[in-house]
């Protein structure tokens, strides 16, 4: 295949919050585009949408609507995927999707760039980006598999109301509109829109994030524990998650211990060695109080890594904190990102 010039793109799921910031960067020129076609449900199909100066009517999603598409991005959740996703790939698109649908199948390679570029090589069709939490954790673990090894990773998350959608964002505001009034808060989404019970978010910290699975992990916690593993291509390394909601908008943040192969690296090495790495940006001075937080990574690409320090016990191990916008890199510039090298690799 040859580089071709002007791709025509289609994002479904485009009124969302992922679909709107992959407009955003797709605004960027990434690559050269000639078309975007955007789609959503029947909700918003009519509706205008402004990218690039050029207004664009929103479409109603189909099986029939993807012909001369070359790359469509999917963003509407799991069921569009599972329905749409492989009428847009009959029709000769690369689908890119956002949703968990094919993250685990082992024909679709679940990638971030700076990870495991070269498993885009094995598309069939269609290739997964990762979890948001998952994504920004891999980032950062990248430079220290690579020159120490790693034997094991416990995460506990901090993560952003944004990850589970315009309306949970809206239930936030609310809430927190409600307490300050006196009000009893509303709660109808968090921790999770298809479980029975509710708990209000505003002023509040949930530790469940989507459904229980038997095992007493949440879903969220099995994606970050499997899709770690898959994208490092590592079968063995130990993971363990702990997925917690904040009352806060955009950004997550994580906590990490690491356990390497190598005993004694210093501190002063392993800073050299991340912050050396594609991707992130080494904030870590206690000194000046520098360390990333969910506001100062808000709307970036990066992913920020910061309060590095030696475990205590431990002469392999160490922990960490790891801050990303979860719509940006755990999200629509990820996915923008696979585009391009797709685009860079012709393999579009
Ligand atoms: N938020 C995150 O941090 C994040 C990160 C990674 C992955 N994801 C995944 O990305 C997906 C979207 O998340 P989001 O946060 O953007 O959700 P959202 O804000 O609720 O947006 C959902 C989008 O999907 C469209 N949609 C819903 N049902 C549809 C249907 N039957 N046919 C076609 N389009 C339909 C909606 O269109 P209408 O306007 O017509 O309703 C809207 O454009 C989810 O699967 C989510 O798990 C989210």
Redesign the pocket.
């Known amino acids: 295949m040859t580089n071709k010039k002007g791709y025509r793109v289609a994002v479904?799921?485009?009124?969302?919050?992922?679909?709107?910031n992959i407009l955003k960067y797709l605004e960027e020129k990434p690559f050269d585009i000639e078309k975007i076609k955007l789609?959503?449900?029947?909700?918003?199909?009519g509706?205008k949408i402004e990218v690039s100066g050029e207004e664009i009517t929103?479409e109603?999603?189909a099986e029939d609507v993807f012909d001369g598409i070359d790359i469509a991005f999917f963003?509407?959740?799991?069921?569009?995927?599972e329905k749409?996703a492989p009428a847009a790939v009959k029709s000769g698109a690369i689908v890119i999707d956002?949703?968990?649908f094919y993250r685990m199948d082992k024909d679709v390679p679940l990638i971030v760039p700076e990870v495991n570029e070269e498993d885009l090589k094995n598309h069939k069709g269609i290739i997964a980006?990762p979890?948001?939490s998952t994504i920004q954790m891999v980032v950062a673990l990248k430079p220290i598999q690579e020159k120490y090894g790693l034997n094991r990773v416990i995460v506990s998350t901090y993560q952003?109301v944004?990850?589970?959608?315009?309306?949970a964002e809206e239930e936030l505001k609310t809430q927190a509109e409600q307490f300050l009034n006196g009000e009893e808060m509303e709660a109808n989404i968090l921790p999770a829109g298809a479980d029975k019970k509710h708990y209000p978010i505003a002023f509040n910290a949930l530790p469940q994030i989507d459904l229980f699975e038997e095992n007493g992990y949440t879903k969220e916690e099995m994606k970050m524990i499997n899709e770690t593993k898959k994208i490092m291509n590592e079968p063995n390394l130990q993971v363990a998650a702990t997925c917690v909601r904040l009352p806060v908008f955009s950004s997550h943040s994580e906590s990490l211990f690491v356990e390497t192969n190598t005993a004694d690296v210093s501190i002063e090495e392993l800073k050299e060695t991340i912050s050396a790495a594609e991707g992130i940006i080494l904030e870590d001075d206690p000194n000046t109080q520098t360390y990333p937080t969910p506001l100062s990574a808000q709307d970036k690409k990066g992913v920020y890594v910061g309060r590095i320090r030696k475990d205590l016990d431990d002469n392999k191990g160490f922990h960490m904190w790891v801050v990303a916008d979860?719509?940006v890199k755990?999200?629509a510039w990820n996915t923008v990102q696979i585009a391009q090298s797709l685009v860079k690799n012709n393999l579009v």
Request: hydrophobic share 40%; aromatic share 2%; proline share 0%.
């Open positions: 479904v799921g485009a009124t969302g919050a992922v679909g709107q789609f959503s449900s029947k909700r918003s199909a509706k929103v109603e999603a963003s509407a959740g799991g069921a569009v995927t749409l956002n949703t968990s980006n979890n948001c952003a944004s990850g589970a959608g315009l309306a979860n719509l755990g999200a």
